[in-house]
């Protein structure tokens, strides 16, 4: 190995891993624990836009994470992430007519007690 500080190849020795599993270095003559060739943290982005495509097809996110052998809420991240892309949606200026569903409720008590 060659150190990135002095560009010496003497005196360099194992200093443990990464926590991306990579193997650190320590050179003894300017006591500089380097990595170097450090894996890239993350996701890739292809996968990313799988995961947003699989969301908006209707899959869950727990199903998403399955596939794709990634964890649930990191699919949540991406999807929301993504949603915050987007143009807001259209909205009419001057609506004319509006429909409704219908819907019941009452005010108070019920006129009857339940029997259970």
């Keep these: ?9 003497d005196d360099q020795v194992k200093n443990g891993l990464n ?3 990579t193997q650190r270095y320590k050179c003894k003559a300017y006591k500089r624990v380097y990595t170097p060739e450090a894996k890239r943290q993350g996701y890739e982005q292809e996968k990313k836009e799988q995961a947003v495509k699989l969301y908006v097809d209707g899959l869950n996110l727990r199903r998403i994470g399955r596939i794709l ?3 649930h809420q990191s699919v949540a991240n991406w999807v929301k992430a993504y949603s915050k892309t987007l143009p807001p ?3 009419p200026e001057e609506v004319d007519i ?6 019941f409720t009452f005010v108070g008590e019920k006129k009857s007690k339940s029997l259970s």
Excluded: F, L, T
């Excluded at 190995?1 to 190849?9: F, L, N, P, R």
């Excluded at 509006?98 to 819907?103: L, R």
């Design 69 to 71: 052998g990634v964890n």
């Design 19 to 21: 926590p991306s599993g």
């Design 89 to 91: 949606a259209p909205q």
């Design 98 to 103: 509006i429909e409704m569903d219908e819907i």
């Design 1 to 9: 190995m060659k150190c990135v500080q002095c560009g010496s190849e």
